[in-house]
């Protein structure tokens, strides 16, 4: 073809034909002697030099020499030449492949006769198109992804060198391993039309689009997929690799890193909450209890924030604070996590709760909801402090004394329940009335030793440590029984306890004298009528 209107490219042949013309008025004789200079990238194709029109001429000497850049071809055209003839020399030229980066040449071609004479120059530009294949994904090359993220896998083949791209043009790729394909997500993102359905193969693992028709330059053939990345099969690990190939050659491969969180949360408190009802922590009115939520990421990928914990404030707590960011609002104390939590890291969120003044026991337990887990449970029971207390007597209440008689009072105070009584406790003994108190006799008999304070009325202890839950305290004082005064015979000696500002029950006691009682009758009684005899 012409290459001056045609677009030349490697591969292709060109015919030269060379019309040789005696202008003059006598007869050419000498043999035509031909040479010309070309760009390397033309070649002389071997044998195609012919003559067209002059079978009794022949054509000598031919020799194509390849040199530095330039080419140089030659021969003789034998036989002569009569005024006016024109001789007609064809023979072709194949276009070579450029250097490397190299997509377009300029030529500039003509002949020269050993005589001086020279053609005209045919002028034009031999080019090379070249397609490049981008494969790329989204998220990008060596990025983290995690199981069920999906993965859109993308191929660009452009032509980035000089004119029309002629052939038919194969992109491939698959569905790498630990992944599984997208129904329907194959497709072409540019204009250009592809034979080929895709997926291509029945097992859905390799996709691949033909395309007819060449591409022009600096046009873009764009097709993709997705996929789905597997669960891990074991561990917190894998990797999935992919590549494409544009006309069957492997281009560039695609690595992404399959990473798997795994978010375990745990409750603990100090004092420690029990693990079952059976085993429930013993708490009571004024204690705090701190608690630990405890998030942690066993995996290698982060677990994606937000993160939401909430944790219901129990009946019988009062919330005191929270640490991160921790709110509470009509019993419920909430935290919003807005930065994910990295493998192998543990996220701890602390909170405080207060055992309220409660008027009986109570059981309760507390447990963190953490997005869509939950923590296990801690059980507590709130129990409401209480003494029990009893005075008692040596004799024994109800029992007769006399004149002198030494009575002792024992007052125990006992703490039934199973935690501590950590408020002071004041026992008082009240001497009674017709007693005088025995100097010195007042004494703990359980507890630590105490001294009282004694009055003419009273005995007063004050044991300020905590009564230890099943623990006691008993003090006893002695009185002597005072005489009656005259013309008594019989008195009621009675006394209580008191605790902490409350009555015990009452002792009694009988105070009998000695003595003679007189009693005159008659029957009948002296209101009925009598009569005679």
Same mark, same amino acid.
């Given at each position: 073809?012409d290459?001056?209107?045609?677009?030349?490219?490697?591969?292709?042949?060109i015919?030269?034909?060379?019309e040789?013309?005696?202008?003059?008025?006598?007869t050419y004789?000498?043999p035509i002697?031909?040479?010309?200079l070309?760009?390397s990238?033309l070649?002389?194709?071997?044998?195609?030099?012919?003559?067209?029109?002059?079978?009794?001429?022949?054509?000598?000497?031919?020799? =194509?020499?390849e040199?530095p850049?330039?080419?140089?071809?030659?021969?003789k055209?034998?036989?002569?030449i009569?005024?006016n003839?024109?001789i007609?020399?064809s023979? !072709?030229f194949k276009?070579?492949?450029?250097s490397s980066?190299?997509?377009?040449?300029?030529?500039?071609?003509?002949v020269?006769?050993?005589?001086?004479?020279?053609s005209n120059?045919l002028?034009?530009?031999?080019?090379?198109?070249?397609?490049?294949?981008?494969?790329f994904?989204t998220?990008v090359?060596?990025?983290?992804?995690?199981e069920?993220?999906e993965i859109?896998?993308?191929?660009e083949v452009?032509?980035?060198g000089k004119?029309?791209y002629r052939?038919? #043009?194969?992109?491939?790729?698959?569905?790498p391993n630990?992944?599984?394909?997208?129904?329907?997500?194959?497709?072409?993102?540019?204009?250009h !039309?592809?034979?080929?359905?895709?997926?291509?193969?029945?097992?859905?693992k390799?996709?691949?689009?033909?395309f007819s028709?060449?591409?022009?330059?600096a046009?873009?053939?764009?097709?993709?997929?997705?996929v789905l990345?597997?669960?891990l099969?074991?561990?917190?690990?894998?990797?999935?690799?992919?590549?494409?190939?544009?006309?069957?050659?492997?281009?560039?491969t695609?690595?992404?890193?399959?990473?798997?969180?795994?978010?375990?949360v745990s409750l603990?408190?100090?004092?420690?909450g029990g693990?079952t009802?059976s085993a429930e922590?013993?708490l009571g009115?004024?204690d705090?209890?701190e608690?630990?939520?405890?998030?942690?990421?066993?995996?290698?990928?982060?677990?994606?924030?937000?993160?939401?914990?909430?944790v219901?404030?129990?009946?019988?707590?009062i919330?005191?604070?929270?640490?991160n960011g921790?709110?509470?609002s009509?019993? +419920?104390?909430s935290?919003?996590?807005?930065?994910?939590?990295a493998g192998?890291t543990?996220?701890t969120l602390?909170f405080n709760?207060?055992i309220?003044?409660?008027?009986?026991?109570k059981? =309760?337990?507390?447990?963190?909801?953490?997005?869509?887990l939950?923590?296990?449970?801690?059980?507590?029971?709130a129990?409401?402090?209480?003494?029990?207390?009893?005075?008692s007597?040596?004799p024994?209440s109800?029992?007769?004394?006399?004149?002198?008689d030494?009575?002792?009072?024992s007052i125990?105070?006992?703490?039934?329940k199973e935690?501590?009584?950590?408020?002071? #406790?004041? +026992?008082k003994?009240?001497?009674?009335?017709?007693?005088?108190?025995?100097?010195n006799?007042a004494?703990v008999k359980?507890?630590?030793?105490k001294?009282?304070?004694v009055t003419?009325d009273d005995?007063?202890w004050?044991?300020?440590e905590?009564?230890e839950a099943?623990?006691?305290?008993t003090?006893?004082f002695e009185?002597?029984?005072?005489?009656?005064?005259?013309g008594?015979f019989?008195k009621?000696i009675e006394?209580?306890?008191?605790v902490?500002?409350?009555?015990?029950n009452?002792?009694?006691?009988?105070?009998?004298?000695a003595?003679l009682r007189?009693? =005159?009758?008659s029957?009948?009684?002296p209101?009925?009528?009598?009569?005679?005899?």
């Amino acid at each position: 073809p012409d290459p001056t209107t045609n677009e030349v490219q490697p591969g292709d042949e060109i015919d030269f034909i060379l019309e040789i013309k005696n202008i003059g008025s006598a007869t050419y004789s000498d043999p035509i002697v031909i040479d010309g200079l070309s760009p390397s990238e033309l070649v002389y194709k071997d044998n195609s030099i012919k003559l067209v029109n002059k079978p009794s001429h022949s054509i000598s000497n031919i020799d =194509f020499l390849e040199a530095p850049g330039v080419n140089i071809f030659s021969y003789k055209v034998v036989g002569g030449i009569i005024p006016n003839e024109v001789i007609t020399v064809s023979y !072709t030229f194949k276009v070579d492949d450029f250097s490397s980066g190299v997509y377009e040449v300029p030529v500039s071609y003509n002949v020269n006769t050993s005589t001086g004479f020279q053609s005209n120059f045919l002028t034009f530009t031999a080019v090379k198109p070249e397609l490049e294949m981008t494969f790329f994904s989204t998220p990008v090359n060596n990025s983290d992804v995690e199981e069920n993220d999906e993965i859109v896998y993308k191929m660009e083949v452009e032509n980035i060198g000089k004119g029309t791209y002629r052939n038919n #043009i194969t992109t491939e790729s698959s569905v790498p391993n630990g992944s599984t394909y997208i129904e329907n997500s194959g497709k072409i993102i540019s204009t250009h !039309t592809s034979t080929t359905p895709n997926p291509a193969s029945a097992d859905r693992k390799s996709l691949k689009w033909e395309f007819s028709g060449g591409l022009a330059e600096a046009d873009i053939i764009k097709t993709e997929f997705k996929v789905l990345v597997d669960p891990l099969t074991t561990g917190y690990s894998g990797t999935i690799t992919n590549n494409a190939k544009l006309n069957t050659i492997a281009g560039n491969t695609l690595t992404h890193n399959v990473k798997k969180s795994d978010l375990s949360v745990s409750l603990i408190s100090s004092p420690a909450g029990g693990s079952t009802e059976s085993a429930e922590k013993i708490l009571g009115a004024g204690d705090i209890v701190e608690y630990k939520i405890q998030l942690e990421n066993k995996g290698t990928a982060p677990v994606k924030a937000p993160i939401n914990v909430n944790v219901l404030v129990p009946d019988g707590n009062i919330f005191v604070s929270a640490d991160n960011g921790g709110t509470e609002s009509s019993g +419920i104390i909430s935290w919003n996590i807005s930065s994910p939590i990295a493998g192998n890291t543990t996220e701890t969120l602390i909170f405080n709760l207060k055992i309220e003044d409660i008027s009986s026991d109570k059981k =309760f337990n507390v447990q963190a909801n953490v997005g869509t887990l939950k923590t296990n449970t801690l059980y507590f029971k709130a129990v409401k402090a209480e003494l029990t207390y009893a005075l008692s007597s040596n004799p024994s209440s109800g029992e007769i004394v006399k004149e002198g008689d030494t009575i002792e009072y024992s007052i125990n105070v006992s703490n039934p329940k199973e935690i501590d009584y950590k408020d002071d #406790i004041t +026992i008082k003994g009240l001497i009674p009335d017709g007693t005088t108190y025995v100097a010195n006799s007042a004494n703990v008999k359980v507890g630590s030793p105490k001294t009282p304070t004694v009055t003419s009325d009273d005995i007063t202890w004050t044991f300020d440590e905590d009564l230890e839950a099943g623990k006691n305290y008993t003090v006893t004082f002695e009185v002597t029984v005072n005489n009656l005064n005259a013309g008594e015979f019989l008195k009621t000696i009675e006394t209580n306890g008191v605790v902490n500002g409350t009555n015990t029950n009452l002792v009694s006691h009988t105070l009998s004298k000695a003595g003679l009682r007189y009693k =005159f009758s008659s029957s009948p009684d002296p209101s009925n009528e009598i009569s005679e005899n």
